[in-house]
C-alpha cells in the first residue's frame, strides 16, 4: 500500500491551486472518459439517482452513451438501472438476443449500443447510481471485466466524493439540500418488502415507486412511512 | 461530450448534504487509485511523484520499498523516465533499466543498495488541463516490453489521479 506524503501533495496542491481553479464537470467527466481507455470499449457513462430513486444522465464520453442514459432514464428500465435496484453489476452481452428491457432495446441497438455492463456507484455503502461500459458488438463480459468496473466504481465513489468537498468549498455550498439519509430509507423499506412479500429487490422497489406515483408522494417519504407503520399509505 | 453541468450539480447538492460519506482523506483516495492500478496494470509497484510550489518533482507515494528507491534515486540524479517524463509531458517506457544507456546513473545509484528489485519502468504524465503535475510510474522487478493495453490503462489510472488533484486543490482553496 503507498502512503501518500501529506507535505508533497499540500505542496503541489498549492502549486495547482495557482496555476487555476478546479472544474468540477471536467474532473468528472476525465474520470468517465478514462474509463473508455481503461476497459477498451466503445463509450461510458455516469448516472446518478434523484431523490424520486430515478436514475439521471450526469455524464457520458460519447453520444450513444448519452442516448444510452436517457433512454434508461425516461423508461426506467435498462442494464443500469437493473444495476443500481440489484445493488450488483449487470450484463447484457448482445441486446439483440436480450429480452429484459424492451422499452429501450430498440433505442439502444439504433444507436450501436449492443453489450453493457453496468455497476452501481455508491457512497458510504449505499448505491447512489451507475457507471456503465459498452460496445458496439456482443461481448461475453466475464467475471473478470465484472470484478474490474466495479472496482473502478470505487474510484468513481472517490471522485465524487472530493467533488462534494471541493463543491462544499466553492459557492455552491449553501445550496446543498439531501441527505444520503433517504436513499438508507428507500434501501430499507425495499429490504422490507422484500421479507414481507417474499419478492426480489426490483419487484419490491416497483412496488414501493408505484405506491409513491399513485399517490402522489416522493418516494422516500412513502419508505419513511412503511417503515414507521408497517404499510403503506392510504 | 460535455457533462450535464445542471445535472451535475443536482446530483452533487443531493448526494452532498451529509458530508464526505466514508471521511478518508485525498491521501488516502490517492491511496486508493495507486492501489487499483498496480493491481489492475498486473504491475509490481507504482509511484507517484508531483511537482511542488517551486516545480521540483518530488517522491509523493511508492507502493514498495524498491519503487520508493527508484523515485528517490530519480528525484536525487534529476534524471530517469519519471524526470523526462515530466519534463516533455510525454509517456517514457523503459523495458530495462539495466540496458539503458539514459538512465545508466539511475541503474548505478540502485545498485548501490544491492540488486535492484526495479527493472522495467513505465512513465506516465499526469497532467492537469496542459499543466503537468506529476508522473505516475509503473514498475516491474523483471525486464518488460511494455504492451499499449499497459500504457492505456496507466494512463486512465493518470487522469483519475488527475482529477483527484484538481478536485483537491479547489476544496482547499
Known amino acids: 500500500m503507498p502512503n501518500i506524503d501529506p507535505e508533497v501533495l499540500a505542496s503541489s496542491l498549492r502549486r495547482l491551486e495557482r496555476v487555476g481553479g478546479a472544474d468540477i464537470p471536467s474532473a468528472v467527466a476525465d474520470v468517465v472518459h478514462a474509463a473508455v481507455d481503461l476497459f ?98 456482443p461481448h461475453d463480459w466475464d467475471d473478470t471485466e465484472a470484478a474490474a468496473l466495479q472496482r473502478y466504481c470505487d474510484l468513481v465513489e472517490s471522485t465524487l466524493s472530493t467533488a462534494l468537498a471541493a463543491q462544499r468549498a466553492g459557492e455552491l455550498a449553501g445550496q446543498l439540500q439531501y441527505a444520503l439519509d433517504y436513499r438508507i430509507v428507500i434501501e430499507r423499506a425495499v429490504g422490507y418488502l422484500m421479507a414481507r412479500h417474499e419478492t426480489g429487490a426490483e419487484e419490491a422497489f416497483t412496488l414501493l415507486r408505484s405506491a409513491a406515483r399513485s399517490r402522489r408522494r416522493k418516494v422516500a417519504e412513502v419508505a419513511q412511512y412503511l417503515l414507521d407503520t408497517g404499510r403503506l399509505p392510504d | 461530450m460535455p457533462v450535464d453541468q445542471n445535472a451535475l450539480a443536482a446530483s ?106 526495479v527493472r522495467a519502468v513505465l512513465s506516465v504524465p499526469v497532467l492537469v488541463g496542459t499543466i503537468v503535475a506529476g508522473t505516475l510510474n509503473a514498475l516491474r522487478s523483471r525486464p518488460h516490453a511494455w504492451e499499449d493495453d499497459s500504457v492505456r490503462a496507466a494512463e486512465a489510472y493518470a487522469g483519475v489521479i488527475s482529477a483527484l488533484l484538481r478536485l483537491g486543490a479547489t476544496a482547499q482553496g
Open chain 1, 40 to 137: 477498451g470499449v466503445t463509450g461510458s457513462g455516469l448516472m446518478v439517482a434523484d431523490e424520486e430513486n430515478s436514475l439521471h444522465y450526469v455524464a457520458a464520453s460519447n453520444a450513444p452513451s448519452k442516448i444510452m442514459e436517457e433512454a434508461q432514464s425516461s423508461a426506467g428500465e435498462g442494464p443500469c438501472v437493473t444495476a443500481f435496484v440489484l445493488n450488483r453489476v449487470v450484463h447484457t452481452d448482445d441486446l439483440s438476443q436480450d429480452k429484459r428491457w424492451p422499452q429501450i432495446r430498440d433505442t439502444f441497438l439504433r444507436n450501436g449500443v449492443v453489450s453493457v455492463l453496468g455497476a452501481p456507484v455508491r457512497l458510504g455503502g449505499v448505491p447512489v447510481g451507475t457507471l456503465d461500459v459498452f460496445l458496439d458488438r
Open chain 2, 12 to 117: 452533487l447538492d443531493s448526494l452532498g448534504a451529509a458530508g464526505a460519506p466514508d471521511g478518508r482523506t485525498l491521501e488516502q483516495r490517492l491511496d486508493q487509485v495507486m492501489t487499483a492500478a498496480r493491481d489492475m496494470i498486473h504491475v509490481d509497484g507504482v509511484g507517484l511523484m508531483l511537482l511542488d510550489e517551486a516545480g521540483v518533482l518530488r517522491v509523493a507515494g511508492a507502493s514498495l520499498p524498491a519503487g520508493l528507491a527508484l523515485e528517490r534515486a530519480q528525484q536525487t540524479l534529476d534524471c530517469g523516465p519519471g524526470v523526462d517524463c515530466v519534463r516533455t509531458a510525454g509517456i517514457v517506457a523503459v523495458p530495462d533499466l539495466a540496458a539503458s544507456d539514459d538512465y545508466a546513473p539511475v541503474w548505478a545509484e540502485l545498485r548501490k543498495e544491492g540488486e535492484p528489485a
